[in-house]
């Protein structure tokens, strides 16, 4: 009964990475990359997720490079600082989980399920490591080309959606208490739980005259970006 259960699970693993392999557009020769940047460290005994975290670290940077030159291309006209906001957009944590759920990396990658809502929450971070993993897995078997193919084509929609630079919700909260006259809002740490792993940031924005609103993230900067957006809908609705 364990051998037949374990065969369909095999059987249903391959049919995934099937179906993801088609999603990416590519398909590996040396599956033990696409393995390699499918299975998180939180799966496997400690000290043996090196090779997640360096496929995460070197997808991140081809990812960087893609876009970067994507947007000087696109948008020849644009000073550095617009194309700052644009490149920070397209590589924020909420884009990545984005792509990764059109592809359902969430359906084939090996990683530890949370129950509660907040870790839920937190857990995108993960679905974001994993899909600049795949990234890297991309740049190392089919190069260059296969990793600007797979990242041009999931980013278009997003690259195009907006006419102007996007704005970061802390500039945007910061522009306002200026305009109005009031100290810059102050940003605090009230809690970091979760696993290492997949940490989760309690942050607090506060602003004179306002009760204090808070936002919570996978990181310290995601957190106040939240709460800054929180924030902004209270002071100007």
């Known amino acids: 009964m364990a051998f037949v259960s374990s065969l369909l699970a095999n059987i249903e693993r391959h049919s995934l990475m099937k179906s993801l392999e088609k999603d ?4 590996f020769k040396n599956r033990s990359l696409l393995e390699k940047a499918l299975t998180h460290p ?4 400690p000290g043996q997720g090196v090779d997640f975290e360096r496929f995460e670290f070197l997808g991140d940077r081809v990812l960087g490079l893609v876009i970067a030159s994507w947007l000087f291309k696109e948008f020849p006209q644009e000073k550095e600082g ?9 590589v924020q944590k909420e884009t990545l989980v984005k792509v990764a759920r059109a592809i359902k990396l969430d359906s084939v990658m090996i990683m530890k399920q949370e129950k509660s809502s907040s870790q839920n929450k937190c857990l995108e971070t993960l679905l974001a490591d994993g899909c600049e993993a795949l990234i890297c897995a991309l740049y190392l078997e089919g190069g260059f080309k296969a990793a600007k193919s797979f990242i041009q084509h999931y980013w278009q929609e997003y690259l195009k959606e907006t006419n102007t630079p996007p704005c970061d919700p802390k500039s945007i909260l910061q522009e306002w208490a200026q305009a109005q006259g009031k100290t810059h809002p102050l940003y605090v740490v009230l809690q970091t ?3 290492a792993h997949a940490p989760c940031f309690t942050v607090e924005v506060r602003i004179e005259g306002f009760d204090p609103v808070q936002g919570k993230g996978s990181s310290k900067r995601q957190a106040e970006k939240e709460a800054a957006q929180r924030m902004f809908k209270i002071v100007h609705p």
């Not at 990416?24 to 398909?27: E, F, K, V």
């Not at 617009?82 to 397209?90: G, S």
Request: no cysteine; net charge positive.
């Open 42 to 45: 939180s799966m496997l005994p």
């Open 24 to 27: 990416l557009g590519y398909i």
């Open 82 to 90: 617009d194309l700052a906001k644009r490149f920070a957009a397209l």
């Open 193 to 195: 739980s979760g696993p």
